[in-house]
């Protein structure tokens, strides 16, 4: 299922509950296809997908090693490093706008027959 040699990342319907009841991409979709795409060494296929989705996979990377130098130091660094209200407004904030450019291109690629295919209300 993780290889993707059938191509069918592509053609497959997502589980989105928000897609298949409205026929548009909610802010996180294709993140799970752009970080199959990041494992299988294909960052443009990644990108095209979701761009935030090799940034997923190092941050769980980093967020991993950083739990496991708290473990062997018994110092705190996970709320130090991670835990910042600027950062997570200033990410809310470039997803919102990433996600109307992909709601824009999206409409604009697709008619509204196509999109309606891709909801529960076909």
């Known amino acids: 299922m993780l290889s993707n040699n059938d191509n069918h990342l592509a ?3 997502s589980f989105c509950p928000i897609k298949a009841v409205t026929g548009f991409p909610c802010p996180s979709c294709g993140i799970t296809k752009s970080i199959v795409c990041f494992y ?4 443009e296929r990644s990108l095209e997908y979701h761009i935030l989705g090799p940034a997923v996979v190092f941050f769980g990377l980093f967020t991993i090693v950083l739990l496991l ?5 018994g110092k705190e ?5 991670l835990y910042h209200k600027k ?11 990433y996600h109307i450019i992909r709601l824009v291109y999206f409409v604009h690629d697709h008619t509204w027959t ?4 891709e909801s529960i209300w076909k």
């Open 11 to 13: 053609k497959d319907q």
């Open 40 to 43: 299988q060494g294909d960052l």
């Open 87 to 97: 950062a997570a407004y200033a990410l809310a904030v470039f997803l919102a706008v």
């Open 77 to 81: 660094y996970f709320n130090q490093y």
């Open 69 to 73: 130098v708290e473990l062997k130091t």
């Open 114 to 117: 196509e999109i309606l295919r």
